[in-house]
């Protein structure tokens, strides 16, 4: 069983910087591709930035410029660097990982148990 484990959240005033990171662990074979979404109250959780093992990135309108995703292959770990941070990303912040269990011998989708960002006005 493969499990992500995210760090990094807090509450931060509009303007300000965060950093979350996330360590999987488990039966990994290989980790495919390694993402951040985020669900607000309310709201359907929503992809905020994917990166690939190759270094691929992909993000949401919503945070381009202001948020990069990178990435340790060797960790195991996907880290998301925040700026100008603004209220409306107050959220939870999920980590998510895809790849390949060794244990089980199958492809793994595994999310992690969240960690809140709270900007505040």
């Known amino acids: 069983q493969v499990q992500p484990v995210e760090s990094g959240g807090g509450l931060v005033q509009s303007g300000g910087s965060l950093r979350l990171s996330c360590v999987a662990s488990?039966?990994?074979?290989?980790?495919?591709?390694m993402g951040w979404y985020r669900q607000a109250p309310g709201k359907q959780r929503e992809v905020v930035a994917v990166?690939?093992?190759?270094?691929?990135?992909n993000y949401a309108d919503s945070v381009k410029g202001r948020f990069t995703i990178s990435r340790d292959n060797a960790k195991n770990s996907v880290y998301l660097h925040m700026n100008s941070l603004k209220p409306e990303d107050t959220a939870v912040y999920y980590c998510?990982?895809?790849?390949?269990?060794?244990?089980?011998?199958?492809?793994?989708?595994?999310w992690g148990q969240g960690t809140q960002v709270t900007v505040s006005s």
């Open positions: 998510n990982a895809e790849g390949y269990d060794y244990e089980v011998g199958a492809d793994f989708r595994s």
């Open positions: 488990g039966s990994i074979f290989r980790i495919d591709v």
């Open positions: 990166i690939t093992s190759g270094g691929s990135t």
